[in-house]
T-cell receptor, first 113, second 111 residues
């Protein structure tokens, strides 16, 4: 039933590990996004895909790599995790341009120790 | 660079006490201004999109207005369930442009 679902909801891992976060939307939207929310609640765009094509690629470390196997899925892989990567990562989707608004997932809280 | 500034950072209201949240923005040609509500531990929930100065939208106790430099979210006779962080965001015009968010106003409504 969930419109935008992310897994896992919580992720605790050690520095240097590689991890992935998965996102799926069942709304039929054509654009998907990854946002990072820091401890001060600031939401910052990382990536955006439209119909599997990368359209927004903000200045993020190369250790972050998004992958969109189809327009309903957008995954985020992070290599060599660092302490500063600890944050809440949100997946979102939208349709139309301009979008009326985004539908966000419930977030993945990543803690790097 | 697009900028969004929200004030106040936090607001505490008694139930029934109306007030307004402010969102000041700088953008090179506005395509849309968005308001979202975020509850603790959840993703932002879309409320409104405003496209041009003078536009207003309402939903229950919330009313959003837009000028060329700022937007207001008016909350009339709030209830405790309106407690949340309210986020404002802007998207510039022209192709696929990124949406820039403000840091939000944390609203607490006390019974």
């Amino acid at each position: 039933d969930t419109a935008v679902s992310q897994t896992p909801k919580y992720l605790v891992t050690q520095m240097g590990n590689d991890k992935s976060i998965k996102c799926e939307q069942n709304l039929g939207h054509d654009t998907m996004y990854w946002y990072k929310q820091d401890s001060k609640k600031f939401l910052k765009i990382m990536f955006s895909y439209n119909n599997k094509e990368l359209i927004i690629n903000e200045t993020v470390p190369n250790r972050f790599s998004p992958k969109s196997p189809d327009k309903a899925h957008l995954n985020l892989h992070i290599n060599s995790l660092e302490l500063g990567d600890s944050a809440v990562y949100f997946c979102a989707s939208s349709s139309g341009q301009p979008p009326e608004g985004y539908t966000f997932g419930s977030g993945t809280r990543l803690t790097v120790v | 660079e697009d900028q969004v500034t929200q004030s106040p950072e936090a607001l505490r209201l008694q139930e029934g006490e109306s007030s307004s949240l402010n969102c000041s923005y700088t953008v090179s040609g506005l395509r849309g201004l968005f308001w979202y509500r975020q509850d603790p531990g959840k993703g932002p929930e879309f409320l409104f999109t405003l496209y041009s100065a003078g536009e207003e939208k309402e939903k229950e106790r919330l009313k959003a207005t837009l000028t060329k430099k700022e937007s207001f979210l008016h909350i009339t006779a709030p209830k405790p369930e309106d407690s949340a962080t309210y986020l404002c965001a802007v998207q510039p015009s022209g192709g696929y442009q990124k949406v820039t968010f403000g840091t939000g106003t944390k609203l607490q409504v006390i019974p």
